[in-house]
């Protein structure tokens, strides 16, 4: 069965600085997706950033950005010039490529982050 | 505003009593799902359904059931048989699977207390 672990329960960062959070998952699958959610304190789910695995480059939205190493079967998540409103729980999700019946996303315990001013 | 509401934001369940969680979306997606969070862990999938009128158990059904009687809702009833209901509890949508990515959209959850 595929596994999702987020190493970190707790990370912080300065206001403007870069932070990264790791994720790391099991499957024996070669195609599949992967996901950063991030909740900020009111709990809603927000989509950060989704990577096709069958893709080699690294996905980006604006200060986001992920380093997905496929043989290492590990997805961080880089945040640059972290802002204020970047503090929440931020979980990582894995989902296969063709979902079956399910379109199951697998989730991570996630990583709090707080941001320093 | 296209998206998802859930309602209420917070619930109460007194001991022995059925409650029902409601979760519309106006999206277009054919498929929704329920997720419960719990302190400490990740989500956990409930119930999907990737059709009208066709709904399937994910990894922790027993105690809840759910109706898909219309595309844009996918209400769940939390039973008395959850003997363990005190959680966050979130509802989502996508596209149904082979549409593409089939990205989950959530809604902003509903917190269910046990009185």
């Known amino acids: 069965a595929q596994t999702v672990t987020q190493s970190q329960p707790e990370m912080s960062v300065q206001e403007a600085e870069t932070v990264t959070l790791s994720c790391t998952y099991d499957t024996s699958e070669s195609d599949y997706y992967l996901f950063w959610y991030k909740q900020p304190p009111s709990r809603q789910m927000i989509l950060v950033i989704r990577?096709?695995?069958?893709?080699?480059q690294n996905a980006t939205e604006n200060r986001f950005s992920v380093n997905f190493q496929k043989a290492a079967k590990s997805f961080s998540l880089k945040i640059s010039d972290s802002q204020l409103g970047d503090a929440a729980m931020y979980f990582c999700a894995y989902r296969e490529y063709y979902g079956g019946a399910t379109n199951k996303l697998i989730f991570g315990t996630g990583t709090l982050l707080a941001v320093q001013p | 505003d296209g998206g998802i509401t859930q309602s209420p934001k917070y619930l109460f369940r007194k001991e022995g009593q059925n409650v029902t969680l409601s979760c519309e979306q106006n999206l277009n997606h054919d498929a929704m799902y329920w997720y419960r969070q719990d302190p400490g862990q990740g989500l956990r999938l409930i119930y999907y359904?990737?059709?009208?009128?066709?709904?399937q158990k994910g990894d922790i059904a027993e105690g809840y059931s759910v109706s898909r009687e219309k595309k844009e809702s996918f209400p769940l009833t939390v039973t008395s048989a959850q003997k363990n209901p005190t959680a966050f509890y979130l509802c989502?949508?996508?596209?149904?699977?082979?549409?593409?990515?089939?990205?989950?959209?959530f809604g902003p959850g509903t917190r269910l207390l046990v009185l």
């Open positions: 989502a949508s996508s596209f149904p699977v082979g549409d593409g990515v089939e990205t989950q959209y």
């Open positions: 990577q096709e695995a069958y893709k080699q």
């Open positions: 359904s990737q059709i009208v009128n066709d709904f």
